[in-house]
């Protein structure tokens, strides 16, 4: 995939979010996006591997221990 694609994906989520904050203060927007997105972004990619832990730490550029921690916290069985 395009990575143009996909952070014109996030460009647009994030104007939509401060689009609809009605008045309220945004707030620990770091930690709101990445629990927003890395959830999404493990089980994706473990399905993407068919469960392959080894080839989704690749793709991920993340060691086996770090998914395996990521893959536990979100309940995500491989």
Do not use: C, W
């Amino acid at each position: 995939m395009n990575g143009k694609l996909l952070k014109v994906h996030t460009e647009d989520a994030l104007d939509n979010y401060f689009d609809n904050l009605n008045g309220q203060k945004p707030g620990d927007l770091y930690s709101l996006v990445l629990g927003q997105v890395e959830e999404p972004l493990f089980k994706v990619v473990m399905n993407y591997t068919n469960g392959n832990q080894s080839r989704a730490s690749q793709i991920l550029g993340i060691n086996r221990g770090t998914l395996r921690k990521k893959l536990k916290t979100y309940s995500i069985t491989s």
